[in-house]
């Protein structure tokens, strides 16, 4: 994703649900040091707007620490080890 286009959907969307679900600005929003993240576009807005809500850190050369990869990475292996194989995903989702 360019920086412009991640720009915009932050300018769009982040930016009224954190005003909204964070009203008083206390709310945190989480950066991984992927290039559009880092855009100097992207950190200039978020320096203009640090008192409607924060950024957490980010360390360079950090472990995943997103736990939707690791939930993903669960549940494809127990689809896979199904037997015999789910025919849809929508009876795996039923079953579990």
């Known amino acids: 994703m360019k920086a412009?286009?991640?720009m915009n959907i932050i300018a769009?969307?982040?930016h009224?649900?954190?005003t909204f679900v964070f009203p008083i600005?206390?709310?945190?929003?989480q950066l991984d040091n992927s290039p559009c993240h880092k855009a100097l576009i992207v950190l200039e807005w978020f320096e203009e707007h640090t008192d409607e809500f924060h950024l957490m850190s980010w360390?360079?050369?950090s472990p995943d620490l997103n736990p939707m990869e690791h939930i993903w990475d669960?549940?494809?292996r127990q689809l896979r080890?199904?037997?015999p194989p789910c025919p849809n995903i929508s009876i795996?989702?039923?079953a579990a």
């Open 4 to 6: 412009a286009n991640y």
């Open 12 to 14: 769009d969307q982040l």
């Open 16 to 18: 009224s649900y954190m």
């Open 25 to 29: 600005g206390n709310g945190i929003f």
């Open 59 to 61: 360390p360079p050369n």
């Open 74 to 76: 669960v549940r494809e």
């Open 81 to 83: 080890a199904q037997t």
């Open 92 to 94: 795996f989702v039923t």
